[in-house]
């Protein structure tokens, strides 16, 4: 019997999370190197298994409790423990949304495993399957392997993989419903409702051409020669974390997995470093510019065009050129 | 008149890792970096303190800091005297930077447990691994419950209330019981400085030192291994663009116009 991966797939209130095709290109790719059969697994919303079940993979579980909703990192735990350990799979994805990080972890100890997180990509070597993540902000790469028993755990990263990718099944996967037990006194946590933050003043979502400005801007008064440069390009101007941290400019204009993940035509970085939790949240862009003075900076591996230079001595004469090209026009 | 709410006794885990801007080289067998660089304090640990210290401002108690790691790591304890941490406990071996989480987790655990912590805090993850572990595995570990990437935490009659970041712009309320294990988001507050005077006081503060071979016993083998680390492979095919800052800017209108057709 060839051992099985499994991809927990996500869902919030009873959709699924997108993301989660992505998971499933991921074991369909694992699947065909390691020759494992790829099964997949629905958590509380049984409704969204004949969505998973359309995709190529060899059966899909509901795993259903009344406790399973809402979303509590004990129900989660509890309810994936009682399952997994009926019967194990060897591997078991799951796309490294923020819900997963916190449960995964817990599950994993919870079973005296371990999980590597945030991984954008796999190698199967010599039969050895080898789990690639950035370290270090993305300066470095490191490719992990499981010391452990199975079942191994790992997440893979937003846009590591490509959620169109997934394969469509030749007919529609055979849908068990497996009911879990959560006991009294398991759940401690009570969350309340998901809710949105101060009304969105500006969808980046749907800016063509974004100027984001990071550290390297250096000051808040500095942010003016960035938005010059937006407004010149027709654009909007947006950031990274820490400025967002730092109330330099308000937390809508935020890109990354904590803000807004965008795709824009063109997407100018200034200052910018490109830690992994920004740069998923615009790595879609058609054309990047980056411009930072730390030739060595992550966002140089994603960029099109690079300026390694000080952005304070780059950005006024092309404000001054994008401003004379328009008036040429 | 209403009870005291009592105080709170809050541990904060830290870590030490290498400056952001730091260049990194690999070690001979490429599988972790040569030591040799500049260190810092895990940016969101940094968080995870001011966050600590202000709850203590306004319920009264005791801050704790914890970090694994070689003698070096005492200076992330050290700054967090001097911010206002009452005591330290540093887990002193070179073999504690090749722990996986796990058993960072179980260090952790075992150097605490004759404490009785209300809340451990550990920044959502670290700036060198970005694993995102730590934190809750200690919560499993310890029976606890846990919350991540916390922007927010207000204590109430049956435990806390803290505010979870979700992704795009998302939040959520939880309440929970006490004691409990929250990962803390950058950002939650705005970090102080240490005053020369919290710089002296931190010198007589207590600060205890934890031998691998004392907590050896609730530790075991690493699940996971760095088989390699390595500079990452490039894919995009980049174009510099070069020159004095008037000549850049020339070149980059004319991508913009001719190529990019943004102009």
């Excluded at chain 1, 008064?221 to 308000?250: F, H, T, V, Y």
């Excluded at chain 2, 655990?109 to 060198?128: C, M, P, R, V, Y």
């Excluded at chain 2, 005077?197 to 600060?207: C, D, E, S």
């Amino acid at each position: 019997m060839p051992d099985t991966i499994l991809v927990v797939v996500e869902q919030r209130e009873g959709k699924l999370n997108r993301v989660s095709w992505e998971t499933i290109t991921a074991g369909q790719a694992i699947a065909a190197a390691t020759g494992w059969t790829l099964e997949a697994a629905v958590v509380g919303a049984a409704a969204a298994a004949p969505e998973v079940a359309a995709k190529k993979v060899a059966k899909v579980y509901a795993i259903e409790s009344a406790r399973l909703n809402p979303y509590t990192p004990d129900a989660f735990a509890a309810a994936l423990k009682q399952f997994l350990s009926s019967k194990p799979p060897k591997l078991i994805l799951m796309p490294h949304t923020y819900q997963v990080r916190d449960f995964v972890p817990k599950l994993a100890t919870a079973m005296g495993r371990t999980v590597i997180s945030d991984c954008i990509g796999f190698k199967h070597e010599s039969g050895k399957l080898l789990f690639t993540r950035q370290m270090f902000q993305g300066k470095l790469a490191a490719d992990v392997s499981f010391s452990s028993d199975a079942p191994w755990f790992a997440t893979f990263q937003n846009g590591a993989f490509r959620g169109d990718k997934a394969e469509e099944g030749a007919s529609a996967a055979a849908v068990e419903t497996v009911n879990v037990d959560i006991a009294d006194g398991v759940i401690r946590n009570n969350p309340q409702e998901i809710f949105k933050e101060a009304k969105q003043a500006v969808d980046l979502t749907q800016a063509e051409v974004i100027v984001a400005v990071g550290r390297g801007i250096k000051e808040q008064k500095n942010i003016e020669i960035a938005k010059q440069l937006a407004d010149a390009l027709g654009g909007d101007l947006a950031a990274s974390r820490p400025i967002c941290d730092s109330g330099w400019l308000p937390m809508d204009r935020q890109i990354g997995s904590s803000g807004q993940t965008v795709a824009p035509k063109l997407y100018l970085a200034l200052g910018i470093s490109g830690a992994i939790q920004h740069i998923v949240g615009m790595k879609g862009s058609r054309t990047i510019i980056a411009v930072n003075k730390d030739s060595e900076a992550p966002i140089f591996e994603l960029a099109d065009y690079a300026v390694v230079g000080n952005l304070f001595d780059i950005v006024p004469p092309l404000i001054e050129e994008v401003k004379k090209a328009k008036a040429g026009s | 008149m209403a009870a005291r709410s009592p105080p709170l006794k809050i541990l904060v885990c830290m870590k030490q890792v290498p400056q952001k801007d730091a260049p990194l080289k690999l070690n001979e067998s490429g599988t972790w970096i040569r030591e040799d660089v500049s260190y810092e304090v895990n940016e969101p640990d940094a968080y995870a303190l001011e966050e600590a210290l202000r709850q203590r401002e306004k319920h009264k108690g005791e801050v704790v800091v914890i970090t694994s790691g070689p003698a070096r790591a005492q200076q992330v304890l050290r700054e967090a005297l001097a911010k206002g941490a009452d005591r330290a406990i540093h887990l002193e071996d070179d073999k504690f930077v090749g722990l996986d989480a796990f058993n960072t987790a179980k260090a952790i655990a075992a150097a605490i447990k004759d404490e009785q912590f209300d809340l451990i805090f550990t920044g959502l993850q670290s700036d060198d691994y970005g694993y995102a572990q730590t934190g809750v595995i200690l919560a499993e570990l310890l029976g606890w419950p846990h919350a991540t990437i916390i922007m927010q935490i207000e204590k109430n009659d049956t435990g806390i209330r803290v505010k979870r970041e979700l992704e795009a712009g998302y939040f959520q309320f939880v309440d929970m019981p006490t004691p409990a294990v929250l990962t803390i988001q950058s950002g939650i507050n705005k970090l102080r400085y240490a005053t020369l005077i919290g710089i002296k006081q931190a010198k007589t503060k207590p600060l205890r030192k934890v031998t691998l071979g004392e907590v050896q016993s609730a530790i075991g083998e690493n699940l996971q291994k760095i088989e390699k680390l390595y500079v990452p492979q490039k894919t995009k095919k980049t174009e510099h663009i070069e020159g004095p800052p008037a000549e850049i800017a020339k070149k980059l209108v004319d991508k913009l116009r001719n190529e990019l057709r943004v102009l």
